[in-house]
């Protein structure tokens, strides 16, 4: 199993960025998906969870509002849309896969992204 997480990148306050998690090895339809960060100096922090089934959402505080995460099961992929970007978003972004939803814990991990938010 690998879930790869990709679209990170320096960008300026304000902007946008979508990450991706492309998954192999397993079928996300069956799996919540979940995105973490951790910043530098910081703990791993949830940001942003899907559901398997009904696809349903829910967010972290920091997220809300700004944060939008996504699943193409057909792409075997979920994303996360970044807008209104801000520097204390700036962390290495995660997406994890589960069987069981996002507050019992992820079973498979991807490694991370760098997003940096910068002027």
């Known amino acids: 199993v690998q879930l790869q997480a990709s679209g990170g990148g320096l960008v300026q306050p304000g902007d946008s960025l979508r990450l991706s998690c492309v998954a192999s090895?397993?079928?996300?339809?069956?799996?919540?998906i979940g995105w973490f960060r951790q910043a530098p100096g910081k703990e791993r922090e949830g940001v942003a969870c899907?559901?398997?089934?009904?696809?349903?959402?829910s967010y972290k505080d920091p997220a809300k509002g700004r944060f939008t995460i996504s699943r193409d099961n057909a792409k075997n992929t979920v994303y996360l849309q970044m807008n209104g970007l801000k520097p204390e978003d700036t962390a290495v972004y995660y997406c994890?896969?589960?069987?069981?939803?996002?507050?019992?814990?992820?079973?498979?991990w991807g490694k991370g992204t760098l997003v940096t938010v910068s002027s």
């Open positions: 090895g397993l079928t996300l339809d069956y799996y919540a």
């Open positions: 899907i559901s398997s089934s009904y696809s349903t959402t």
């Open positions: 994890a896969a589960s069987r069981t939803p996002c507050v019992y814990g992820m079973t498979y």
